[in-house]
């Protein structure tokens, strides 16, 4: 878990390594008895207790120098500024979750309450998305005055406009308050995701974008944990956007302790010209992609209720118990992705988990259940060899446009693909069709992923971006 160096016959220090203090004492007993105290401090804020128990049998049972790390860990070994960075980009990226879920969660109860029908949800979904432009100055005032100060202005703001939608008087000023909501939750998550992709070692960026979205998913799990709230009354969905002010604290936690990253702080170009081609390669496979994502994640309640006939805490039920197992493939993909190759992941997992998906919008009962577990395990494999391209394609002085570019696209195309899907419902055209065809993008942007993306996988970001300064 970390390098050593002797400071006497029998004791050992760091050398280099995660932990802020390190001391490992040998003592040999007559009898030829070797008896080993390590005593160590590991700070990971706020997940801290999710590494305690892994950490004491990693170094109960010590590995020789050389060999791979644990399954759970990066596959390089990471520093103590790093851990702590990391960690508190993935609680950043937990409340950010909680922001871009919140209103998808609870929009087919507020609809219901405000009497508003499928395509009438369909529209506020998609006008909530098209209020990623919101998002656009922050990933522009990234590039300008770094990651640090924005995620901490971010981090303010995200919760305190989620949390107006408790008072919206009727669905459609909802929609505007979660217009600016939740592309304020966005910007936070791509920022975040700059930063790490930034301050990670070049064999570990896809896994700190896994560690992200895996985080992410907490944040989303508690949003859907949240719907129970809504069985509470008529107006109960209102008590999940008051529960957004829970996420206060991290902005307290950011701003004490989270550094900016070191590619920022190093002298690089300023807003340098865009690599038009990579640009449109990942903009279109952002695009092509959320036109099935998007709709999938935003009507999977709407089905779950108007089909199978699920309450506001089955929904929940069913989102956690197929959803929370499936978040295990990030940790899996990640590690892969670094390991393997981004491309041969993406070609693997992306058709097989979009079958699944299709699968559960078609079959009732266990099999959808199952289905829905394998689709979202499968996508979250495939998840960050996507994800973390939008970071190693662009060097530091324009990481944050680009993502914002990237972004938005992505946004827009899935507030498309929800009108289509809304119109094609009132029609009468089932879930599971309007998914299938749909699914259509998803194909395509696999396809341009993996005959066109470069392999990215063990090169560092200057190798990438030859204009931008090699970090120390």
């Known amino acids: 878990m970390c390098d050593e160096r002797a400071i006497g016959d029998t004791v050992f220090e760091q050398e280099s390594g995660p932990f802020t203090s390190y001391r490992r004492d040998v003592a040999v007993a007559a009898d030829g008895t070797v008896r080993e105290t390590t005593q160590y401090r590991l700070s990971v804020p706020w997940f801290g207790w999710v590494f305690a128990l892994p950490m004491r049998h990693a170094l109960r049972n010590r590995r020789s120098a050389g060999t791979p790390q644990p399954w759970w860990s990066p596959p390089d070994r990471l520093n103590e500024r790093q851990v702590r960075t990391l960690a508190l980009l993935a609680i950043a990226s937990s409340a950010a979750a909680f922001a871009n879920t919140l209103f998808t969660q609870t929009a087919n109860f507020a609809a219901d309450s405000f009497g508003v029908d499928d395509q009438g949800q369909g529209y506020g979904g998609a006008a909530v998305r098209i209020g990623v432009l919101v998002a656009m100055p922050f990933a522009l005032l990234a590039d300008r005055v770094g990651r640090r100060r924005t995620i901490i202005l971010l981090a303010w703001l995200t919760p305190v406009f989620c949390a107006l939608g408790a008072a919206a008087p009727s669905f459609p000023l909802l929609v505007v308050s979660q217009t600016i909501a939740r592309p304020l939750g966005i910007a936070m998550a791509m920022v975040a995701g700059v930063a790490a992709a930034e301050d990670m070692p070049r064999n570990s960026r896809a896994f700190a974008v896994s560690l992200l979205a895996m985080s992410a998913g907490l944040g989303a799990g508690i949003a859907v944990g949240s719907l129970r709230l809504a069985d509470l009354g008529e107006d109960g969905w209102r008590y999940s956007y008051l529960l957004s002010l829970m996420w206060l604290p991290v902005a ?196 341009i992923a993996y005959r066109h993306y470069p392999e990215t996988a063990h090169l560092e970001l200057e190798q990438l971006n030859p204009g931008d300064p090699v970090v120390s």
């Open 252 to 447: 307290v936690s950011l701003a004490r302790k989270l550094d900016e990253t070191r590619r920022f702080e190093t002298s690089h170009p300023v807003a340098p010209a865009l690599d038009r081609r990579r640009l449109a390669l990942i903009g279109w496979v952002a695009l092509a992609s959320n036109l099935f994502v998007a709709p999938a994640s935003f009507f999977q309640n709407r089905y779950l209720g108007d089909v199978r006939g699920y309450s506001g805490g089955g929904i929940a039920l069913f989102t956690l118990a197929t959803g929370t197992p499936a978040s295990i493939g990030l940790i899996v993909g990640g590690r892969m992705a670094d390991v393997i190759g981004r491309r041969k992941l993406i070609l693997l997992c992306s058709p097989a988990s979009t079958a699944a998906i299709i699968g559960a919008f078609l079959i009732g009962g266990p099999a959808m259940w199952l289905l829905a577990l394998v689709g979202g395990f499968l996508a979250g494999m495939a998840y960050p060899a996507f994800a973390v391209y939008r970071s190693e394609m662009f060097p530091t002085g324009n990481r944050g446009k680009a993502n914002g570019i990237v972004t938005a696209t992505a946004l827009l195309s899935g507030g498309l693909g929800i009108l289509v899907v809304g119109y094609a419902r009132d029609q009468g055209v089932s879930f599971g069709l309007s998914m299938g065809l749909m699914a259509i993008g998803q194909l395509v942007a696999v396809y």
